[in-house]
């Protein structure tokens, strides 16, 4: 059963955030949940893994004769008692032996643009689960290479078949419908198919925000586990536990472990390289045709994080995430220079036509904007965010961050992750502009 019981995680994330413990990591650094890489009760050390390091934490803290309520990372099996019992939950990870994971579920159950963490239950090994979600998550769960243990998934507009359309979409998997958010779940069967029953799912992985998987507590009732993570994050404590928890409840951490490494690389070699110039450029985020993205959100963040000022950041939309621009037309007189489009019709199934399409479709709704024709950008919307962030600097410092080094950085992830698709980025082009395209 998933322990989802606001105030109860309100109380345990506000006790672990005060529990500190110096481990024997390789930093050596005090960490507690909120401080953890991968946000797992029983990862003591507070590193991505659990592994036989935690196991002999958790063991010299019984023989101490400590209480869960000094360490509560260590209370592995959340029953509110420091004993044996925790280490066998530890050691029947690390053997891969059933067990139940408790962790933090990233989720924005209110609306209001933060993601909260709750405290919530998983059973472990997940074998056979479903996804709920738009291409983020399905580029998440590609790239990790948690390929069969997927049964069936939504087929949204975002989702990109070029990459994975044989994987997630095959005459074996179950349709969910064309809805990025929500699935239908009816005594016991999702839609028009019987997968939970007839493949035996455990789990549903979706997103963190509110409008995914509206009807979570269906499934709960029927005890199918729900995981939710940021797929589409570039912030660190964000992707970090989105890609080590999937990592961890799929059995493939050390896959993980180098997809938060790459991530890593490419936003440091961002970072180095706007580091004289940051702030210098203002920009705009784009994520429909004719909207613009405003207040908090992952299109703004991924700006910010490629050394520009977001350049709507003075203006109070209210609580909305996306404006009309034909219903605030006073926002072209503000002051920025760039809109970039992070579009998911810009993916690996591209052709000189569909580029040219989707370019002139974008760009054409701010065709009012006074740097209508030198300013605008399109990329991918279903790439891995540290390349959307990557581009997006490209667009901004093309001296700084040149778009060679982007796609060579790009080629780099299809090489070590989409191996099996064979892309290769001298017949694609992932940052579109007027330039390029006219």
Known sequence: MIGVIAV????????????????????????????????????????????SKDQSLIEQLIDDGSTATEYPMADANQDGVLDSKDVDVVKSIINGEKTTVWHINQHDADGSGTIDS????????????????????????????IHDQIKGCSKSSSVDL??????????????????SSAITFEDGKVGSSNVIAEKNVTAVITQSHRSY????????????????????????????HSIMLLGLLFEVSDIA???????????????????????????VASSMTGYISVGESDY??????????????HKDFGTTTSIVVNDY????????????????????????????????TYSKAFSDWQYADSGQFVTGGSLPPCLRVAYAAAAMYPDQV????????????????????????????FLLSNSTMN
């Open 8 to 51: 109860v995680a309100i109380l345990l994330v506000s006790a672990v955030s005060v529990y500190m413990l110096t481990s024997d990591d390789d930093n050596g650094t005090p960490t507690g949940l909120d401080d953890a890489e991968l946000q797992v009760f029983g990862n003591i050390n507070g590193d991505r893994f659990i592994d």
């Open 118 to 145: 709750i405290v919530v239950s998983t059973k472990f090994p997940i074998t056979s689960a479903i996804a709920n979600g738009n291409g983020n998550m399905l580029t998440l769960l590609y790239s990790l290479g």
């Open 162 to 179: 070029a990459m994975y359309g044989d994987v997630y979409f095959s005459a074996d998997d179950a349709n969910l419908g064309t809805s």
């Open 213 to 240: 998987l509206t009807n979570e507590a269906d499934f709960e009732k029927s005890n199918i586990d729900v995981v939710r993570v940021s797929p589409a994050s570039a912030d660190p404590v964000l992707f970090v």
């Open 257 to 283: 472990d180098d997809y938060v490494d790459y991530n890593f690389k490419v936003l440091d070699y961002v970072e180095k390289n706007t580091a004289s110039v940051k702030g210098t450029v203002s920009a």
């Open 300 to 313: 703004r963040d991924y700006i910010i994080k490629a050394g520009g000022v977001y350049g709507l950041d």
């Open 329 to 360: 037309k006073e926002v072209y007189l503000e002051d920025f220079q760039r809109i970039i489009h992070f579009r998911t019709g810009l993916n690996y199934d591209q052709t000189e036509e569909s580029n040219q399409k989707y370019w002139n």
């Open 402 to 429: 040149t778009l060679d080094a982007v796609d060579k950085l790009h080629q780099e992830y299809l090489d070590k992750f989409c191996s099996e698709n064979d892309f290769d980025m001298d017949s694609m082009k």
